[in-house]
């Protein structure tokens, strides 16, 4: 009975954080930054146009990497995806295209907090994700609709399940790690840079 508690709290206490965090950070969403980038206009507009056609701008059906501003720009397929598939549940909005970041924020904070827990205590967590939250690149990114942000969740399952592989010595916390590792290629373009350095990290 005593254990029912202790579980019906946490799963309160994550409910009441998750619902205060998204308040927090969707305060003023669509007023700050005002207007649209092109970037964020063009996922959105590409994401609108696969949740309902399955093609993209460019007429192309469910294509891997997604042509935008009239074949000048690419955008990786793990954040436009993602973007379609929350038009394609909910309806398409501004508020919903930046609301995405936020998502991710929130997934990131719960990620980071699992992990320090288990390297370090519950009180340094709670302080690696005060810290993470109130850093003002993830304030900024977290109010736009943009693919920036979402390299995050997966850099942290990456280093997060080598580490478990290291302890533990199961193969399925590599394969997951290699998993993350590789689709993280594909949410940002600056990933390109940053993958072979992770890679071979991974291999030392």
Known sequence: MLKIKKHLSKIIFLIVFSVLLCLFFSYKLLDVPMGLTSDETAMGYNAVLLSRTGHDENGRFMP????SNDGKDWKQPVTQYYLAILFLIFNPSVFLL????????LASSFLLFKFCKKIFNKKYAILAVAIFLTTPLIMIQSHMGLDNIMPIPFAIIWFYCLYLYKKDGKIKFLIISALALGINFYTYKGMRAVYPIWYCLSLL
């Open 64 to 67: 891997f990497f997604i042509l």
């Open 98 to 105: 930046r609301f995405s970041s936020i998502l991710i924020t």
